[in-house]
Protein backbone atom coordinates (compact mmCIF):
# COMPACT_ATOMS: atom_id res chain seq x y z
CA UNK A 1 0.00 0.00 0.00
CA UNK A 2 3.06 2.15 0.91
CA UNK A 3 4.35 1.52 -2.65
CA UNK A 4 1.20 2.41 -4.35
CA UNK A 5 0.58 5.64 -2.30
CA UNK A 6 3.96 6.35 -3.03
CA UNK A 7 3.56 6.15 -6.65
CA UNK A 8 0.60 7.90 -7.00
CA UNK A 9 2.27 10.67 -5.40
CA UNK A 10 4.41 10.96 -7.56
CA UNK A 11 2.65 10.58 -10.87
CA UNK A 12 0.38 13.33 -9.05
CA UNK A 13 3.76 15.32 -8.48
CA UNK A 14 4.48 14.77 -12.17
CA UNK A 15 1.49 16.07 -13.23
CA UNK A 16 1.74 19.02 -10.94
CA UNK A 17 5.10 20.16 -11.78
CA UNK A 18 4.53 19.20 -15.72
CA UNK A 19 1.96 22.46 -15.76
CA UNK A 20 4.89 24.84 -13.94
CA UNK A 21 6.62 25.91 -16.82
CA UNK A 22 4.02 26.79 -18.80
CA UNK A 23 1.99 28.55 -16.18
CA UNK A 24 5.83 30.24 -15.37
CA UNK A 25 6.39 31.54 -18.88
CA UNK A 26 6.63 35.20 -18.47
CA UNK A 27 5.21 35.04 -22.25
CA UNK A 28 2.43 33.35 -21.83
CA UNK A 29 1.30 35.34 -18.68
CA UNK A 30 1.82 38.20 -20.37
CA UNK A 31 -0.45 37.41 -23.26
CA UNK A 32 -3.24 36.06 -20.46
CA UNK A 33 -2.88 39.16 -19.05
CA UNK A 34 -3.10 41.28 -22.45
CA UNK A 35 -6.38 38.99 -23.42
CA UNK A 36 -8.20 40.14 -19.81
CA UNK A 37 -7.56 43.51 -20.65
CA UNK A 38 -7.53 44.00 -24.45
CA UNK A 39 -10.91 41.74 -24.14
CA UNK A 40 -13.05 44.08 -25.68
CA UNK A 41 -10.88 45.29 -28.50
CA UNK A 42 -10.25 41.97 -29.61
CA UNK A 43 -13.88 40.29 -29.72
CA UNK A 44 -14.15 41.03 -33.23
CA UNK A 45 -11.66 38.32 -34.20
CA UNK A 46 -12.87 37.19 -37.39
CA UNK A 47 -10.57 34.06 -37.76
CA UNK A 48 -11.30 33.11 -34.41
CA UNK A 49 -7.33 32.41 -33.45
CA UNK A 50 -6.40 31.94 -29.79
CA UNK A 51 -5.14 35.56 -28.88
CA UNK A 52 -2.59 33.86 -27.35
CA UNK A 53 -1.21 32.81 -29.97
CA UNK A 54 -2.21 36.07 -32.23
CA UNK A 55 -0.27 38.10 -29.51
CA UNK A 56 2.80 35.67 -29.30
CA UNK A 57 2.71 35.96 -33.18
CA UNK A 58 3.00 40.16 -32.85
CA UNK A 59 4.74 40.65 -30.34
CA UNK A 60 7.67 38.25 -31.52
CA UNK A 61 7.52 40.50 -34.84
CA UNK A 62 7.79 43.38 -33.11
CA UNK A 63 10.51 42.28 -30.88
CA UNK A 64 12.39 41.36 -34.30
CA UNK A 65 11.98 44.79 -35.63
CA UNK A 66 13.24 46.92 -32.76
CA UNK A 67 17.04 46.53 -34.13
CA UNK A 68 16.25 47.20 -37.46
CA UNK A 69 14.02 49.91 -36.82
CA UNK A 70 16.05 51.79 -34.15
CA UNK A 71 19.45 51.59 -36.96
CA UNK A 72 16.95 52.90 -39.81
CA UNK A 73 15.86 55.98 -37.76
CA UNK A 74 19.26 56.41 -36.77
CA UNK A 75 21.16 56.53 -39.79
CA UNK A 76 17.78 58.62 -41.33
CA UNK A 77 18.52 61.03 -38.10
CA UNK A 78 22.47 61.29 -39.28
CA UNK A 79 21.78 61.99 -42.77
CA UNK A 80 19.29 64.59 -41.92
CA UNK A 81 21.92 66.30 -39.37
CA UNK A 82 24.55 66.25 -42.12
CA UNK A 83 21.65 67.90 -44.90
CA UNK A 84 20.89 70.25 -42.34
CA UNK A 85 24.84 71.30 -41.74
CA UNK A 86 25.28 71.65 -45.81
CA UNK A 87 22.22 73.11 -47.50
CA UNK A 88 20.41 76.26 -47.18
CA UNK A 89 20.48 79.72 -48.45
CA UNK A 90 23.89 78.86 -49.48
CA UNK A 91 25.39 75.38 -50.08
CA UNK A 92 28.74 73.84 -48.92
CA UNK A 93 30.11 70.94 -50.56
CA UNK A 94 31.97 68.31 -48.45
CA UNK A 95 35.11 70.09 -48.30
CA UNK A 96 33.77 73.06 -47.34
CA UNK A 97 31.95 71.93 -44.62
CA UNK A 98 35.24 69.53 -43.17
CA UNK A 99 37.11 73.14 -43.48
CA UNK A 100 34.75 74.68 -41.15
CA UNK A 101 34.40 71.67 -38.39
CA UNK A 102 38.22 71.31 -38.23
CA UNK A 103 39.01 74.85 -37.82
CA UNK A 104 36.41 76.23 -35.56
CA UNK A 105 37.84 79.62 -34.44
CA UNK A 106 38.66 80.88 -37.79
CA UNK A 107 36.52 84.20 -38.45
CA UNK A 108 35.27 84.15 -41.71
CA UNK A 109 31.32 84.28 -43.16
CA UNK A 110 31.13 80.30 -43.24
CA UNK A 111 32.49 79.77 -39.74
CA UNK A 112 29.25 82.44 -38.50
CA UNK A 113 26.86 80.34 -40.89
CA UNK A 114 27.91 77.16 -39.76
CA UNK A 115 28.40 77.27 -36.43
CA UNK A 116 26.11 80.60 -34.84
CA UNK A 117 23.02 79.75 -37.30
CA UNK A 118 22.50 76.43 -38.18
CA UNK A 119 23.97 74.46 -35.79
CA UNK A 120 21.92 76.01 -33.11
CA UNK A 121 19.20 75.69 -35.65
CA UNK A 122 19.97 71.89 -35.93
CA UNK A 123 19.94 71.59 -31.99
CA UNK A 124 16.55 73.58 -31.65
CA UNK A 125 14.77 71.35 -34.64
CA UNK A 126 16.08 67.80 -32.41
CA UNK A 127 14.77 69.09 -29.55
CA UNK A 128 11.27 70.60 -30.90
CA UNK A 129 10.93 67.32 -32.83
CA UNK A 130 11.83 64.72 -29.97
CA UNK A 131 9.50 66.92 -27.06
CA UNK A 132 6.20 67.59 -29.59
CA UNK A 133 6.66 63.74 -30.32
CA UNK A 134 6.83 62.69 -26.79
CA UNK A 135 4.48 64.85 -25.41
CA UNK A 136 2.01 62.98 -28.05
CA UNK A 137 2.74 60.05 -27.34
CA UNK A 138 2.38 60.62 -23.43
CA UNK A 139 -0.80 61.87 -23.73
CA UNK A 140 -2.17 59.37 -25.69
CA UNK A 141 -1.31 57.42 -23.14
CA UNK A 142 -2.26 58.79 -20.20
CA UNK A 143 -5.74 59.53 -21.72
CA UNK A 144 -6.23 56.26 -24.22
CA UNK A 145 -7.22 58.09 -26.56
CA UNK A 146 -5.34 57.92 -29.90
CA UNK A 147 -5.73 60.93 -31.60
CA UNK A 148 -5.09 62.94 -28.16
CA UNK A 149 -2.15 65.77 -28.72
CA UNK A 150 -0.78 68.69 -27.31
CA UNK A 151 -2.10 71.00 -29.88
CA UNK A 152 -5.25 69.20 -30.06
CA UNK A 153 -5.83 69.19 -26.19
CA UNK A 154 -5.56 73.00 -26.27
CA UNK A 155 -2.03 73.07 -24.36
CA UNK A 156 -0.22 74.86 -27.55
CA UNK A 157 -2.70 77.66 -28.06
CA UNK A 158 -2.86 78.49 -24.32
CA UNK A 159 1.36 79.20 -24.39
CA UNK A 160 0.75 81.01 -27.38
CA UNK A 161 -2.00 83.40 -25.66
CA UNK A 162 -0.15 83.96 -22.94
CA UNK A 163 3.35 84.49 -25.19
CA UNK A 164 0.88 87.16 -27.24
CA UNK A 165 -0.03 88.53 -23.81
CA UNK A 166 3.66 89.29 -22.31
CA UNK A 167 4.28 90.90 -25.93
CA UNK A 168 1.01 93.78 -25.37
CA UNK A 169 2.10 93.92 -22.04
CA UNK A 170 5.93 94.42 -22.17
CA UNK A 171 6.58 94.87 -26.14
CA UNK A 172 9.64 92.92 -25.93
CA UNK A 173 10.29 89.85 -23.93
CA UNK A 174 13.77 88.05 -22.99
CA UNK A 175 14.03 84.74 -23.22
CA UNK A 176 13.13 83.60 -19.91
CA UNK A 177 10.12 85.39 -19.52
CA UNK A 178 9.09 83.92 -22.93
CA UNK A 179 9.70 80.66 -21.24
CA UNK A 180 7.59 80.75 -18.62
CA UNK A 181 4.49 82.67 -19.78
CA UNK A 182 4.65 79.70 -22.24
CA UNK A 183 4.33 77.47 -19.22
CA UNK A 184 1.81 79.30 -17.31
CA UNK A 185 0.24 79.39 -20.36
CA UNK A 186 0.06 75.68 -20.95
CA UNK A 187 -0.49 75.51 -16.93
CA UNK A 188 -3.63 77.76 -17.30
CA UNK A 189 -4.78 75.42 -20.26
CA UNK A 190 -4.39 71.94 -19.23
CA UNK A 191 -6.44 73.13 -16.01
CA UNK A 192 -8.95 74.47 -17.95
CA UNK A 193 -9.37 71.70 -20.23
CA UNK A 194 -9.05 68.59 -17.82
CA UNK A 195 -11.56 70.48 -15.52
CA UNK A 196 -14.45 71.11 -18.59
CA UNK A 197 -13.91 67.14 -19.64
CA UNK A 198 -13.91 65.53 -15.56
CA UNK A 199 -16.96 63.88 -14.49
CA UNK A 200 -17.09 62.08 -10.74
CA UNK A 201 -16.79 58.58 -10.82
CA UNK A 202 -16.47 58.38 -14.59
CA UNK A 203 -12.66 59.92 -15.18
CA UNK A 204 -12.12 61.44 -18.27
CA UNK A 205 -14.06 60.36 -20.78
CA UNK A 206 -12.23 60.62 -24.59
CA UNK A 207 -14.64 62.15 -26.38
CA UNK A 208 -15.37 65.07 -23.82
CA UNK A 209 -11.79 65.53 -23.87
CA UNK A 210 -11.26 66.30 -27.44
CA UNK A 211 -14.03 68.94 -27.12
CA UNK A 212 -12.93 70.39 -24.16
CA UNK A 213 -9.36 70.51 -25.75
CA UNK A 214 -10.93 71.84 -29.18
CA UNK A 215 -12.92 74.52 -27.28
CA UNK A 216 -10.17 75.88 -25.83
CA UNK A 217 -7.86 75.82 -28.30
CA UNK A 218 -10.89 77.67 -30.48
CA UNK A 219 -11.35 80.46 -27.38
CA UNK A 220 -7.46 80.90 -26.87
CA UNK A 221 -6.91 81.22 -31.00
CA UNK A 222 -9.39 83.92 -30.69
CA UNK A 223 -8.33 85.65 -27.68
CA UNK A 224 -5.01 86.02 -29.36
CA UNK A 225 -6.23 87.31 -33.00
CA UNK A 226 -8.41 89.90 -30.67
CA UNK A 227 -5.31 91.15 -28.66
CA UNK A 228 -3.30 90.75 -31.84
CA UNK A 229 -5.31 93.23 -33.99
CA UNK A 230 -6.01 95.51 -30.94
CA UNK A 231 -2.65 96.32 -30.04
CA UNK A 232 -1.22 96.17 -33.40
CA UNK A 233 1.34 92.92 -32.88
CA UNK A 234 1.19 91.61 -36.60
CA UNK A 235 5.05 91.99 -36.57
CA UNK A 236 5.95 90.31 -33.51
CA UNK A 237 3.41 87.60 -33.75
CA UNK A 238 3.05 86.28 -37.66
CA UNK A 239 6.41 84.75 -37.12
CA UNK A 240 5.28 82.73 -33.86
CA UNK A 241 1.96 81.90 -35.53
CA UNK A 242 4.10 80.37 -39.06
CA UNK A 243 6.62 78.29 -36.78
CA UNK A 244 10.04 78.18 -37.67
CA UNK A 245 13.50 78.58 -36.59
CA UNK A 246 15.06 81.82 -38.01
CA UNK A 247 15.32 83.65 -34.79
CA UNK A 248 17.09 80.60 -33.11
CA UNK A 249 20.60 81.22 -31.12
CA UNK A 250 22.58 80.09 -28.76
CA UNK A 251 21.39 81.86 -26.11
CA UNK A 252 17.83 80.45 -26.23
CA UNK A 253 18.83 77.42 -26.06
CA UNK A 254 20.76 77.56 -23.01
CA UNK A 255 17.93 78.56 -21.41
CA UNK A 256 15.32 76.64 -22.83
CA UNK A 257 17.23 73.87 -23.48
CA UNK A 258 17.53 72.39 -19.58
CA UNK A 259 13.98 72.40 -18.85
CA UNK A 260 13.01 70.41 -21.90
CA UNK A 261 16.17 67.47 -21.33
CA UNK A 262 15.26 67.60 -17.62
CA UNK A 263 11.51 66.30 -19.40
CA UNK A 264 12.86 63.78 -21.46
CA UNK A 265 14.73 62.05 -18.44
CA UNK A 266 11.42 62.67 -16.44
CA UNK A 267 9.48 60.57 -19.23
CA UNK A 268 11.94 57.47 -19.35
CA UNK A 269 11.62 57.58 -14.99
CA UNK A 270 7.99 57.02 -16.01
CA UNK A 271 8.05 55.22 -18.80
CA UNK A 272 7.17 52.38 -17.66
CA UNK A 273 4.26 53.53 -15.43
CA UNK A 274 2.85 54.84 -17.88
CA UNK A 275 2.73 51.06 -19.86
CA UNK A 276 0.60 50.34 -17.08
CA UNK A 277 -1.32 53.27 -17.07
CA UNK A 278 -2.24 53.28 -20.62
CA UNK A 279 -3.28 49.56 -20.34
CA UNK A 280 -6.72 50.22 -18.44
CA UNK A 281 -7.46 52.18 -15.31
CA UNK A 282 -8.76 48.90 -13.28
CA UNK A 283 -5.58 46.75 -13.51
CA UNK A 284 -3.13 49.93 -12.72
CA UNK A 285 -5.27 50.55 -9.31
CA UNK A 286 -5.38 46.37 -8.77
CA UNK A 287 -1.29 46.31 -9.66
CA UNK A 288 -1.22 49.33 -7.03
CA UNK A 289 -0.30 52.23 -8.93
CA UNK A 290 -1.36 55.53 -8.02
CA UNK A 291 -3.39 56.10 -11.59
CA UNK A 292 -4.05 60.24 -10.33
CA UNK A 293 -0.55 61.06 -9.23
CA UNK A 294 0.67 59.34 -12.10
CA UNK A 295 -1.42 60.55 -14.46
CA UNK A 296 -0.68 64.52 -12.99
CA UNK A 297 2.95 64.21 -13.34
CA UNK A 298 2.81 62.81 -16.96
CA UNK A 299 0.71 65.89 -17.54
CA UNK A 300 3.32 67.96 -15.96
CA UNK A 301 5.96 66.37 -18.33
CA UNK A 302 3.87 67.17 -21.29
CA UNK A 303 3.58 70.48 -19.79
CA UNK A 304 7.49 71.35 -19.79
CA UNK A 305 7.85 69.68 -23.26
CA UNK A 306 5.12 71.95 -24.62
CA UNK A 307 5.72 74.93 -23.12
CA UNK A 308 9.45 74.39 -24.54
CA UNK A 309 8.56 73.97 -28.21
CA UNK A 310 6.56 76.79 -28.56
CA UNK A 311 9.16 78.69 -26.93
CA UNK A 312 11.38 77.57 -29.49
CA UNK A 313 9.90 77.49 -32.48
CA UNK A 314 6.05 78.26 -32.06
CA UNK A 315 2.69 77.25 -32.61
CA UNK A 316 2.94 73.49 -34.52
CA UNK A 317 0.55 71.11 -34.71
CA UNK A 318 0.22 67.01 -35.61
CA UNK A 319 3.72 66.32 -35.04
CA UNK A 320 2.75 64.70 -31.42
CA UNK A 321 -0.31 62.74 -33.29
CA UNK A 322 1.79 61.28 -37.07
CA UNK A 323 5.06 60.49 -35.30
CA UNK A 324 3.80 58.00 -32.03
CA UNK A 325 1.14 55.95 -34.49
CA UNK A 326 3.97 55.66 -37.06
CA UNK A 327 6.05 54.20 -34.26
CA UNK A 328 3.50 51.62 -32.96
CA UNK A 329 3.37 49.87 -35.90
CA UNK A 330 6.68 48.22 -35.27
CA UNK A 331 7.27 48.41 -31.64
CA UNK A 332 5.60 46.75 -28.84
CA UNK A 333 2.91 48.97 -26.52
CA UNK A 334 5.34 49.34 -24.20
CA UNK A 335 6.45 53.03 -23.64
CA UNK A 336 9.85 52.25 -22.27
CA UNK A 337 10.63 51.48 -26.34
CA UNK A 338 8.25 53.94 -27.80
CA UNK A 339 9.15 56.72 -25.68
CA UNK A 340 12.96 56.61 -26.98
CA UNK A 341 12.03 55.50 -30.54
CA UNK A 342 9.09 58.41 -30.96
CA UNK A 343 11.76 61.17 -29.52
CA UNK A 344 14.46 59.62 -32.17
CA UNK A 345 11.85 59.84 -35.24
CA UNK A 346 10.83 62.85 -34.26
CA UNK A 347 13.81 64.60 -34.42
CA UNK A 348 14.51 63.33 -37.24
CA UNK A 349 10.93 64.31 -39.36
CA UNK A 350 11.71 67.92 -37.88
CA UNK A 351 15.26 67.87 -39.28
CA UNK A 352 14.10 66.93 -42.93
CA UNK A 353 10.64 69.09 -42.20
CA UNK A 354 13.29 72.33 -41.15
CA UNK A 355 15.77 71.26 -44.59
CA UNK A 356 12.96 71.11 -46.83
CA UNK A 357 11.30 74.72 -45.37
CA UNK A 358 14.76 75.95 -46.44
CA UNK A 359 15.39 74.95 -49.55
CA UNK A 360 12.31 75.03 -51.54
CA UNK A 361 12.27 78.99 -52.14
CA UNK A 362 15.85 80.40 -51.23
CA UNK A 363 16.37 82.51 -49.58
CA UNK A 364 12.76 82.34 -48.31
CA UNK A 365 11.73 80.31 -46.08
CA UNK A 366 8.46 78.20 -46.25
CA UNK A 367 6.65 78.53 -42.57
CA UNK A 368 6.87 75.33 -41.14
CA UNK A 369 3.57 74.59 -39.53
CA UNK A 370 2.26 74.85 -43.32
CA UNK A 371 4.51 72.07 -44.37
CA UNK A 372 3.65 70.02 -41.17
CA UNK A 373 0.03 70.43 -41.71
CA UNK A 374 0.34 68.73 -45.12
CA UNK A 375 1.88 65.61 -43.98
CA UNK A 376 -0.62 65.58 -40.33
CA UNK A 377 -3.81 66.70 -41.85
CA UNK A 378 -4.25 63.33 -44.15
CA UNK A 379 -2.96 61.21 -41.10
CA UNK A 380 -5.29 63.04 -38.77
CA UNK A 381 -8.24 61.75 -41.30
CA UNK A 382 -6.95 58.15 -41.78
CA UNK A 383 -6.89 58.15 -37.82
CA UNK A 384 -10.22 59.20 -37.61
CA UNK A 385 -11.67 56.98 -40.21
CA UNK A 386 -9.84 54.22 -38.78
CA UNK A 387 -11.84 54.87 -35.22
CA UNK A 388 -12.43 52.03 -33.69
CA UNK A 389 -9.55 49.54 -34.87
CA UNK A 390 -6.92 51.46 -33.44
Known amino acids: MKKKSSLLNQKSGAKKGSGNPKSRDPLVSLAQFARLVFSPCLTGNKHKQPITVTAHKKRDWQHFLLRPVFFTILVLFILACYLSLRFGAINYSNDQLLHVIKAPLQNSASQDIIFDLRLPRLFATILVGAAMAQAGAIMQGVTRNPIADPGLLGINAGAGLALIIGYAFWGSLHYSLILLLCLLGSLLAALLVLGLSYRPRKGYHPIRLILSGAMVATLCSALGQAITLYFNLETSVIGWQAGGFSQINWKMLAIVSPLMIFGFLLTLLFAHQLTILSLNETVSKSLGQKTNTVSFVLLGIVILLSAGAVALVGSIAFIGLIIP ?49 IAGLPCFLWLIRKGSDL
Open 325 to 373: HFIRVFIVRDYRYLLPFTALAGATFMIYVDLLSRTLNPPMEVPISALVS
